[in-house]
């Protein structure tokens, strides 16, 4: 996974949103100063945009054309902050895929994790949460049973 983060001269957005592509050409993207100001210089925005895979010369100007389209602005004056990539960020999701998977693996045993729901923080999230609603129901099942 790897993330640009350009500096604007403004948010392009009227409101804090994470925007996904269809086409599939980023991952996703948001303007995280709108929901930590703080991140940029005032009178500027700062812009993140992750997309998957690694860097190369070439990215960069397609991720900027992708987020003049998605953004409605011209991106030329966005300034390249800095480009991190994470290796093996997101685990590999060959299709076929189920979307969730029970996390209970045998008795009083639990698995929690975005590897057991989609390859992302959400996904680790939702498992988590079924997880716990798992324990729960189990302990609920014990109790009434009497063990």
Do not use: I
């Amino acid at each position: 996974m790897t993330t640009y983060y350009h500096v604007a001269p403004r948010s392009p957005l009227r409101e804090p949103t994470l925007l996904v592509d269809e086409r599939r050409r980023f991952v996703n993207t948001c303007v995280l100063s709108d929901v930590v100001p703080q991140l940029a210089p005032p009178g500027s925005a700062l812009v993140a945009t992750s997309v998957l895979g690694t860097d190369d010369d070439k990215r960069e100007t397609a991720v900027r054309e992708a987020m003049a389209e998605v953004y409605g602005t011209d991106t030329a004056g966005w300034d390249l902050l800095t480009t991190r990539t994470v290796p093996d960020a997101l685990p590999a999701m060959p299709p076929p895929q189920p979307l969730s998977r029970t996390t209970r693996v045998a008795r009083g045993r639990y698995v929690c994790g975005d590897h057991r729901a989609t390859g992302s923080v959400q996904g680790a999230l939702a498992s988590g949460a079924r997880a716990a609603r798992e324990v729960l129901r189990d302990l609920h099942r014990a109790r009434q049973s009497g063990g």
